[in-house]
């Protein structure tokens, strides 16, 4: 059978599969490839080792314990001393649980859409609330406050905003929008699904009502969880009135104190969760943010000797994400001939989304494992790719690449 490229062309070669069990130990092994995609991202030895760790019920002692341990990190990552709801599920479960309890049937919602997931915010919005007005700005620019002003009135029940666009690889400042929101009374909620735990988040401080996140992004754990943080305003709005029997928020707050979930939670997800946070407790939340940051910064820098640079314009109320890096093509090559030469090389990002499909590539600077011997071998293997497609004249300039980005990541 001929099996084709992302890019129309033929590929001789077999595919590797990576996620091989090995034949006596049963253990999933990768090899050597590098796993750069903005979720979910690598995860340490440590982490994987706690997945095949013994099952426990998840109504024991043993649970509770990890629950508990799991709610203090990820209190932490969002800034806030109230313990956040543990969910089910991926990022969009926790997103749709937050809805589903706080956006009542003849609400009226205000969405901020600056790329992909602030549009489908307002997409699943509809779904419960009577009245969703859309504020629709070009891919990759700073929220328009002056717009959300002018929209917002005493009638707008709830404002919904991603803190970090990941189709854009950038970061919008919340602040300004939770004070914008408050002059009219109105709830913020806030998707952080790809920003908290590698961006400074004030949950408490900014005065947000709700914001999600999720296990397998900057959090660095496995996906199969989200969380969600909860003002005492908002608390007081959750209801079960059209909301889903498995995302009924209440139901998952009722069981707060006891440390569960309503349903059978992912026994292992939660296990290898608490081991991927365990560092907040040693080193706190800035340092696992710090680090991030400097990631980013090489990566941009290494990936600028090579001609490529970041898609987003960051302004006064905008900044570069630290955990995912949107960068845009440079001419004459495909995003199909740079994925696949990626590929050969066994270096995994992604594709643009939506709209900057085949005009962006997106790499992630995020989570417990990665690491700048990660990030510069991800610069190779691109400049190896364009080397190959005569976009770049020698391997020496891909060696100033490599250097640049060591040096970007000490300076930092």
């Known amino acids: 059978m001929t099996i084709y490229s992302?890019?129309?062309?033929?590929?001789?070669?077999t595919p590797r599969n990576y996620l091989t069990v090995g034949?006596?130990?049963?253990?999933?092994?990768?090899?050597?490839?590098?796993?750069?995609?903005?979720?979910?991202?690598?995860?340490?030895?440590g982490i994987r080792n706690a997945l095949a760790g013994p099952m426990v019920s998840h109504r024991s002692p043993e649970f509770e314990d990890v629950h508990a341990k799991c709610q203090r990190g990820v209190a932490a990552a969002f800034g806030t001393d109230t313990a956040p709801v543990l969910v089910n599920g991926n990022g969009w479960m926790g997103v749709e649980t937050a809805m589903a309890g706080v956006l009542g049937p003849d609400d009226e919602v205000v969405t901020i859409q600056t790329g992909k997931f602030g549009r489908e915010n307002g997409d699943l919005a509809e779904r419960y609330a009577a009245r969703v007005r859309r504020i629709r700005q070009e891919w990759g620019t700073p929220i328009d406050l002056g717009r959300l002003r002018d929209e917002l009135t005493d009638d707008t029940d709830v404002v919904t905003m991603v803190h970090c666009e990941t189709s854009t690889g950038l970061v919008n400042s919340v602040p300004e929008v939770a004070a914008l929101a408050?002059?009219?009374?109105?709830?913020?909620?806030?998707?952080?699904?790809?920003s908290i735990g590698g961006e400074r988040f004030a949950f408490d401080e900014w005065g947000v009502d709700v914001a999600v996140t999720a296990s397998q992004k900057a959090l660095g754990g496995?996906?199969?969880?989200?969380?969600?943080?909860?003002?005492?305003?908002?608390?007081?709005?959750?209801?079960?009135?059209?909301?889903?029997?498995s995302l009924d928020?209440?139901?998952?707050?009722?069981?707060?104190?006891?440390?569960?979930?309503?349903?059978?939670?992912?026994?292992?997800?939660?296990?290898?969760?608490?081991?991927?946070?365990?560092?907040?407790?040693?080193?706190g939340v800035d340092a696992r943010i710090a680090s991030q940051r400097r990631l980013a910064s090489a990566l941009r820098a290494?990936?600028?000797?090579?001609?490529?640079?970041?898609?987003p314009r960051s302004g006064d109320h905008a900044t570069l994400s630290n955990t995912v890096q949107v960068l845009a093509l440079p001419d004459g090559i495909s995003e199909g001939t740079l994925l696949d030469g990626l590929a050969a090389r066994d270096v995994s990002v992604r594709g643009g989304l939506g709209r900057l499909e085949g005009a962006t590539v997106r790499i992630a600077t995020m989570g417990a494992e990665t690491g700048i011997d990660d990030t510069v071998r991800t610069i190779d293997a691109v400049g190896d790719v364009l080397v190959d497609e005569g976009l770049v004249p020698t391997s020496a300039t891909v060696a100033d690449a490599r250097t640049t980005a060591r040096e970007a990541f000490s300076e930092d």
């Open 6 to 13: 992302r890019s129309g062309s033929p590929v001789q070669q």
């Open 23 to 45: 034949a006596e130990s049963g253990a999933m092994t990768d090899g050597d490839h590098l796993l750069m995609d903005p979720g979910p991202v690598q995860l340490t030895d």
């Open 182 to 194: 408050d002059e009219h009374d109105a709830l913020l909620l806030v998707d952080g699904v790809s």
């Open 222 to 245: 496995p996906p199969g969880i989200s969380a969600v943080a909860l003002s005492d305003r908002a608390r007081e709005r959750v209801s079960d009135t059209g909301c889903p029997f």
């Open 249 to 283: 928020l209440g139901a998952y707050l009722d069981e707060l104190e006891r440390n569960r979930t309503p349903s059978t939670a992912p026994v292992p997800i939660y296990v290898a969760l608490a081991k991927a946070i365990e560092p907040y407790a040693e080193s």
């Open 302 to 311: 290494g990936m600028g000797v090579l001609g490529i640079e970041p898609f």
